[in-house]
């Protein structure tokens, strides 16, 4: 038996065939390199728990499969056995309504979310399984979660032994069955793994709902604004922001003026119950609102984050601006921070997301940056 770096587990969603369990393992100890399974889980309903007991472990299925194959009798027991449950807690005994396929998609996603935190383990997640649904929300919920070497596979068995109910591996010795007044013989068979290609989303987009339709709506707003706006990320300890992975520097002053732009954004949206902006602007500010002492002290407090090793520097700024920042200052440092970014970022299509821009108005023109909100980070 080949070694493994990992812990390799097994997930299953499983309904009324069972038989997909001995199967895949099957197919998986018989490839090169064969897998060899340290740990077993079967999300099923009640009613799919019942048959499971009944066909593999009661019958003896399971048992006499592992020992002819010399595989560990202790990795299916009472605890590989996951029933779905709503969001009472109540174990489900089939998909019959809108909640409960909700609740069913909170359930795997959740379970597989919890499974690829250990990275000594790997996953080997079959659809073979259960009802559509529940192989949709396995193979999306790897998309979510998976990490590079985590599998997922559909079994396929040779068509007149998959739709036959005493068939469940392929023995070493040759076995006959009947089926239709007819024999088969399952040296005739043969069962082969498809490990299916999936997008692995993990670490590539924030993912911090829980459930699957917020988990969805997350990764699409973000897969539809990746597309054009990377991340704007703000360090303010390196006097730095960065476009996805373009470092920008600017001088303290400017790196002020910048962030509050940016918080702007982020912490004073008129309609925060909206995911993307797009073309509103209705959180750009007149000129004159920052030019206030109030609006000073309040970007002073990132003005100390930016000079933490020297803060007497936030200090003489408050004494020199007692007013606040002059009217000329705000634009001239505006002007200065929009030529830095041109000059470093060179890239003209992102452009006039990032730089801070005007909209000139009857009432008076207003300053903001144009880039997602969603898109911000301030450290």
């Known amino acids: 038996m080949k070694e493994s770096k990992f812990k390799e587990v097994l997930i299953f969603v499983a309904g009324t065939t069972p038989?997909?369990?001995?199967?895949?393992?099957?197919?998986?100890?018989?490839?090169?390199?064969?897998?060899?399974p340290d740990e077993i889980y079967i999300i099923t309903t009640t009613h799919g728990k019942e048959l499971?007991?009944?066909?593999?472990?009661?019958?003896?299925?399971?048992?006499?499969?592992?020992?002819?194959f010399k595989l560990k009798g202790d990795i299916f027991n009472k605890d590989s056995i996951v029933v779905v449950k709503d969001r009472n807690g109540n174990m489900l005994d089939d998909i019959k309504e809108a909640q409960d396929n909700k609740s069913l998609g909170d359930f795997i996603t959740n379970f597989i979310k919890d499974k690829t935190t250990d990275d000594k383990t790997r996953l080997h997640c079959s659809l073979a399984g259960g009802r559509k649904t529940m192989s949709f929300y396995m193979?999306?919920?790897?998309?979510?979660?998976?990490?590079?070497?985590?599998?997922?596979?559909?079994?396929?068995?040779?068509?007149?032994?998959?739709?036959?109910?005493?068939?469940?591996?392929?023995?070493?010795?040759?076995?006959?069955?009947?089926?239709?007044?007819?024999?088969l013989h399952t040296k005739d068979t043969e069962i082969f793994l498809a490990e299916?290609?999936?997008?692995?989303?993990?670490?590539?987009?924030?993912?911090?709902?829980?459930?699957?339709?917020?988990?969805?709506?997350?990764?699409q707003k973000e897969i539809d604004t990746s597309t054009i706006q990377p991340v704007l990320s703000v360090n303010l300890k390196e006097r730095t922001i960065y476009i996805g992975d373009i470092p920008i520097d600017m001088v303290p002053i400017q790196l002020m003026i910048y962030t509050a732009y940016s918080r702007q954004k982020t912490d004073h949206c008129k309609y925060p119950e909206?995911?993307?902006?797009?073309?509103?602007?209705?959180?750009?500010?007149?000129?004159?609102d920052l030019t206030s002492r109030p609006a000073l002290e309040k970007m002073v407090k990132d003005y100390r984050v930016i000079y933490s090793i020297q803060p007497?520097?936030?200090?003489?700024?408050?004494?020199?601006?007692?007013?606040?920042?002059?009217?000329?200052?705000?634009?001239?440092?505006?002007?200065k921070i929009n030529r830095t970014i041109k000059e470093q970022l060179m890239n003209d299509t992102l452009l006039?997301?990032?730089?801070?821009?005007?909209?000139?108005?009857?009432?008076?023109?207003?300053?903001?940056?144009?880039?997602?909100?969603?898109?911000?980070?301030?450290?």
């Open 274 to 288: 909206n995911a993307y902006c797009l073309s509103c602007a209705d959180c750009f500010l007149p000129i004159v």
């Open 312 to 335: 007497f520097r936030a200090d003489d700024l408050l004494d020199k601006c007692k007013e606040g920042l002059r009217m000329e200052i705000l634009r001239s440092n505006i002007s």
């Open 52 to 68: 499971i007991k009944e066909n593999l472990m009661d019958a003896g299925r399971f048992a006499e499969f592992c020992k002819e």
């Open 19 to 36: 038989q997909i369990i001995t199967e895949t393992i099957y197919a998986l100890i018989h490839q090169n390199p064969p897998v060899y």
């Open 139 to 183: 193979g999306s919920s790897l998309q979510f979660f998976g990490r590079p070497w985590d599998k997922l596979y559909h079994v396929l068995v040779t068509p007149e032994f998959e739709s036959n109910p005493d068939f469940y591996y392929k023995p070493k010795k040759d076995r006959v069955l009947h089926k239709d007044g007819k024999e």
């Open 196 to 219: 299916l290609p999936f997008i692995r989303l993990r670490d590539k987009i924030p993912l911090d709902k829980k459930g699957f339709k917020e988990l969805v709506q997350e990764g």
């Open 352 to 379: 006039p997301y990032y730089t801070i821009t005007t909209i000139k108005q009857y009432a008076g023109s207003r300053y903001g940056v144009r880039v997602e909100k969603g898109k911000i980070r301030i450290d």
